[in-house]
């Protein structure tokens, strides 16, 4: 049975930064892509950022990009996200997911399972 936990939540102030590592268990890691996705209160689970098995291809949401970075270990089946320069709006639940291919992808039907969330809070 595959199980992803996150951890590295938190609170912090706007303007700081927080790394949250995600851990897949119990089959393949390195062959499928990984994703990072958030769900603020109230809204929808939204797209952060993925990334493809081998690393050689990420996405971000635009509402991201140049703030966040993602990366893997593929020794440790690890994946990383960095966010930098945090703002309110970033404040939500954050949840990894193995991909269901490869390659990346920014819609939640293409990837599947999921972690159980950690919560990033970002004072202003």
């Known amino acids: 049975q595959v199980q992803l936990v996150e951890s590295g939540g938190g609170l912090v102030q706007a303007g700081g930064s927080l790394k949250l590592s995600c851990v897949l268990s119990g089959r393949t890691f390195s062959s499928y892509a990984m994703g990072w996705f958030r769900q603020a209160p109230g809204k929808e689970r939204e797209f952060v950022a993925a990334i493809s098995w081998r690393a050689v291809n990420t996405k971000y949401a635009d509402s991201v990009k140049g703030r966040f970075i993602i990366s893997r270990d593929n020794a440790n089946n690890t994946v990383y996200l960095q966010m930098n320069n945090l703002n309110a709006e970033d404040t939500a639940v954050y949840y990894c997911?193995?991909?269901?291919?490869?390659?990346?992808?920014?819609?939640?039907?293409?990837?599947?399972?999921w972690g159980q969330g950690t919560q990033v809070t970002v004072s202003s």
């Open positions: 997911a193995r991909g269901r291919y490869t390659v990346v992808a920014d819609t939640a039907s293409a990837f599947g399972p």
